[in-house]
């Protein structure tokens, strides 16, 4: 019953489109489903047409390219290097690029630096050096003008306009305040813990430009002092649930300590399950983590991360030490996908309650909820397995129970 997502139709987003070798240019679009989600590993057909003068113009340059998408659903093509762009007149009319994914048009943009380098390397010969020469002049009008720019500075459109933003302060990181990006100095993380509204502390870790509880939630209150619902072995009471409610393991109150509370997805949405000034990660923080720490070392990918992420502590660990454990809590034993906790997240596997009342995945998975619903039924939740070494998002009914990590805003 897990970890199954089917994709139902995809979304186009354009990254860029750069000036590369001559008489092409390089395309990169990520893929999405209708539920916002990027195709991953997915074969895709991407047609490419260059329309003329407009939108609605006549095509003068059209090639099919037979793609797949990487681990981020992202898909990259060389446009010319299947049919020629070399008989294009860049320099006579507008142009404008039309994508379609499987046969269904994406959208269409205007092409403004590319045409105008292919056209200035196929007219090199002719060009006596001045260019009030040229004939068919360029409208620069699309062109980003800027006063004084300085190396690094970014260039960002706002109110109908281009701005700068000068390069940051080192060891800053660029985060976004009202839609706009800004350079915003690192907190100091060192030893730093958050205590809950019961009086729980927990450890914290920073990764990229979150910081994330290094342990399960186990409060009992919302951070208002509302008592959240304990249906225990009335699962009645815990389907009906719409106001959330936790779970211990086995409704055995010594796992609070070792796994923290399993959390219906009602908890989760009411905003204040988590200790004032932190909140339930979004989908998409797990995204960004993710890219952060594979793109911060070549040693991470898709297939590994997971194991890096767990706590170390296992049956049998070929770590040893403290690591090598029998002891809750802990990881079932797999000689091949052992924990290593390299930045300190020290997931731990939790377990599930299943809506039907019953419980299961202590010691082989550990079961996290985002905030980010997925229709009236289902939400979004993250997972890693102690049988592989992956990290991957997974939908589930609202009135399962789940582990919680909350994010500092």
């Known amino acids: ?31 999405r489903d209708d539920a916002g989600q990027p195709l991953v590993n997915e074969a895709v057909e991407l047609t490419i047409e260059i329309l003329q003068d407009n939108t609605d113009g006549p095509v003068v340059f059209s090639e099919l390219h037979f793609a797949e998408t990487n ?15 070399e008989e294009i007149a860049w320099g006579d ?39 009030h020469d040229l004939d068919n002049l360029p409208d620069l009008d699309h062109f980003i003008a800027v006063d004084s720019p300085e190396e690094g500075d970014l260039i960002v459109y706002t109110d109908n306009g281009w701005v700068r933003i000068p390069l940051g302060e080192e060891g800053q990181v660029l985060t976004v305040v009202n839609g706009l990006p800004v350079w915003a100095d690192l907190p100091d993380t060192d030893d730093v813990t958050v205590t809950d509204i019961d009086g729980n502390v927990y450890q914290t870790i920073q990764i990229g430009s979150l910081i994330w509880m290094a342990e399960n939630l186990k409060t009992t209150h919302f951070n208002d002092g509302t008592p959240i619902a304990y249906p225990g072995n009335d699962n009645q009471a815990w ?96 000689s091949q996908h052992h924990g290593t906790d390299d930045f300190g997240y020290g997931a731990l596997p939790g377990g599930i309650r299943f809506p039907s009342g019953s419980y299961d995945e202590r010691g082989t998975y550990f079961n996290v909820w985002t905030s980010t ?18 990290i991957a998002s997974d939908f589930m009914f609202k009135s399962t129970g789940y582990s919680v990590r909350c994010v500092k805003d």
């Open 71 to 85: 681990a981020f659903g992202l898909v990259n093509i060389q446009v010319g290097s299947q049919e020629s762009l």
């Open 93 to 131: 009319n507008l142009h404008f690029i039309q994508v379609s994914l499987d046969g269904n048009i994406m959208g269409v943009t205007q092409l403004l630096s590319v045409p105008y380098a292919l056209h200035a390397q196929s007219s090199a010969d002719s060009f006596g050096g001045d260019y």
């Open 1 to 31: 019953m897990k970890r199954t997502l089917f994709f139902l139709f995809a979304l186009l987003i354009v990254n860029g489109i750069l000036a590369q070798t001559p008489f092409s240019f390089q395309y990169q679009a990520v893929i």
């Open 239 to 334: 389907t009906g649930n719409t106001t959330g409610a936790y779970a211990w393991y086995g409704n055995d109150e010594s796992n609070k300590e070792l796994y923290g509370a399993l959390y219906n997805w009602r908890a989760v949405n009411t905003g204040i399950l988590c200790p004032e000034g932190w909140r339930v990660p979004e989908d998409s923080d797990f995204y960004d983590m993710i890219a952060f720490l594979i793109n911060s070392d070549d040693n991470y990918t898709s297939d590994n991360l997971g194991n890096a992420l767990k706590s170390c502590r296992q049956v049998n660990s070929p770590l040893g030490g403290d690591c090598d454990t029998s002891d809750h809590p802990r990881w079932d034993p797999n």
């Open 373 to 390: 619903e997925r229709n009236p039924s289902t939400a979004w939740s993250w997972y890693i397995g102690f049988n592989d070494g992956m």
